[in-house]
């Protein structure tokens, strides 16, 4: 009997001293990274997503908590302070994009101190999971290293895709369908502070930024895992739904009365973002449930009479236990 409870505390001690496959693939990674990027950089980790529909899940959150590990204990990498790094690739984006010039630019401090930023895309293929990574050049946007990893699906024990995968993608293609054929003038950039494709655990508080190099007026509204849709700002707690040109601003912050708390049910869930330079003829009543998303519903706002700038924008995180 004694020998027995020795071999027990022998396979409890033991076996946690050893990195699971996922942490070595990454440590290799990490290393080849090393071998072949020269110089030292501090980089950024960016939401890793499930394909080209860019959702977030229990296994991107871990294999992105697995990269802060690996980066942190590399010789050569320094790891930014991720809290601002997709505001920062975000803002970068839009100021590279033309629609602000050089006067109207926003800048950001942390912009100087991150050099790369490493990106991550994966794929179901029935018995693993193929997670592609892209190490980028912030100032540039070229490729500075690329590297597919092989991940075997036994390995992996928490979901890979969000609980509502299907009715998120046919949400998505619907709205994304209305923004397309929408008089989209790119008048306004939105994003999660988190980024696209972010996750977050029950009870997180969400916080969505915008820019515009014009004054305009924004509604925001919330589809849920089940397709429904609510109005989520402008809102009984704060009415004005004015955004003044060239800030960054962000919903909620200090300056509103209210926060966005997401709980359960989990899986995927979206925000649109409705951007015009006149005041929105008709503004729904908040937080009520106006019915599944419809092309219908998320298009009017405008009167036909009117002929200013209108911008539409889709946003996904997904809700994990």
């Known amino acids: 009997m ?27 990674a990490v290393n080849n990274m090393e071998n072949n ?30 990269l802060f590990v690996a980066i942190q204990k590399s010789e050569r990498f320094e790891l930014s ?19 602000v010039d050089e006067n109207q630019a926003v800048r950001i401090g942390e912009l100087d101190a991150v050099q790369a930023l490493l990106l991550g895309k994966y794929f179901d293929n029935g018995y693993t999971v193929n997670v592609f990574l892209n ?26 895709i969000p609980d509502n995968l299907t009715d998120a993608v046919n949400i998505k293609n619907e709205l994304s369908n209305i923004i397309d054929s929408s008089n989209e003038l790119s008048l306004i950039n939105a994003w999660i502070e988190r980024g696209n494709g972010a996750t977050y655990k ?58 966005f708390n997401l709980g359960e049910p989990f899986g995927t869930e979206f925000i649109k973002v409705m951007a015009s330079t006149v005041q929105f003829s008709d503004i729904e009543e908040a937080f009520s449930n106006l019915g599944s998303a419809s092309r219908n519903l998320l298009t009017r706002g405008l009167t036909v009479e009117q002929k200013e700038q209108l911008s539409e924008l889709l946003l996904n995180y997904t809700i994990i236990p």
């Open 2 to 28: 004694k020998g027995f409870l020795i071999f027990l505390i022998i396979i409890f001690i033991v076996i946690p001293i050893f990195p699971d496959n996922i942490d070595l693939q990454i440590a290799a």
């Open 37 to 66: 990027v020269l110089e030292n950089m501090i980089i950024g980790v960016g939401n890793i997503v499930y394909s080209d529909n860019e959702f977030g899940s229990e296994f991107s959150s871990i294999f992105k908590q697995k």
């Open 81 to 99: 302070d991720t809290d601002n790094l997709d505001l920062i690739r975000e803002q970068w984006d839009f100021q590279h994009s033309g629609l």
């Open 135 to 160: 190490l980028l050049d912030i100032e540039n946007g070229s490729v500075l290293y690329a590297q597919e990893l092989v991940i075997a699906k036994r390995d992996i024990s928490v979901s890979i």
């Open 202 to 259: 029950n009870n997180e508080e969400l916080i969505i930024n915008f820019f515009s190099n014009t004054g305009c007026y924004i509604k925001i509204f919330h589809i849920d895992v089940n397709g429904d849709v609510q109005l989520i700002f402008p809102n009984e707690y704060y009415s004005d739904n004015y955004i003044s040109a060239n800030t960054i601003h962000s919903i909620p912050d200090s300056n509103y009365p209210f926060k």
